[in-house]
């Protein structure tokens, strides 16, 4: 989900809460003067407490919104500063910018889900281009069933080691914006390079 879109869906959360309790605050007027007091209050009670219970809902996933657009975006960032486009190019489909560095996968048509993806990244592929990130991988965190150890010798170099959480953030970067996304739109050129690129010719 982009800022814009975010703030799209703040703004309808934040309109229904003053919209219900308005509603609420109402409620008095439609009623029938002359009905008992304890009659007049049950209504508007249930009425707030089910205004109340709907409003917390929307501002939770509200708030998860926003916590999972700040998490993609820091996934982005780590995507930019890690040389994951060197191999993968910048939008992940294999089109690399210097044929000095191996060629990556195209991952917008991966079948790996998160778990795959994360091994991947923290163990990298022996053999491969593909590097271990994980500065524990092999000797602390177990990979691919193997005993802990030493590292295989022909793993790819990495550009730089990442944190667990930097790897969590790049996981759910992919897992939003990349894996499954298939051709490079314009709009995720727009989001990539923040709306500092000319990105006509995508569509």
């Known amino acids: 989900m982009d800022g814009a879109t975010l703030n799209d869906a703040l703004f309808l959360v934040v309109t229904f809460v003053a919209v219900a309790v308005a509603g609420v605050a109402r409620l008095d007027f439609r009623l029938p003067s002359n009905l008992h007091a304890r009659s007049t209050t049950r209504p508007r009670t249930r009425a707030a407490v089910s205004v109340a219970a709907a409003a917390a809902c929307m501002l939770q996933a509200a708030a998860g919104l926003a916590q999972d657009d700040a998490k993609v975006r820091a996934g982005l960032e780590t995507w930019r500063s890690s040389g994951c486009a060197d191999c993968h190019g910048p939008f992940a489909d294999g089109n690399r910018d ?36 994980d500065a524990g991988a092999y000797t602390v965190r177990a990979c691919y069933g193997r005993p802990l150890g030493a590292a295989p010798d022909n793993l790819q170099p990495t550009p730089r080691t990442l944190s667990l959480e930097e790897i969590d953030g790049l996981v759910t970067y992919s897992q939003a914006r990349i894996v499954g996304h298939g051709k490079v739109t314009r709009q995720e050129c727009l989001f990539y390079y923040e709306d500092s690129a000319d990105c006509d010719e995508f569509k």
């Open 98 to 133: 210097d044929d000095d560095y191996p060629m990556g996968a195209n991952l917008r048509t991966t079948r790996l889900d998160a778990a795959a993806i994360t091994l991947t990244i923290r163990c990298g592929r022996p053999g491969t281009g593909m590097p271990s990130f």
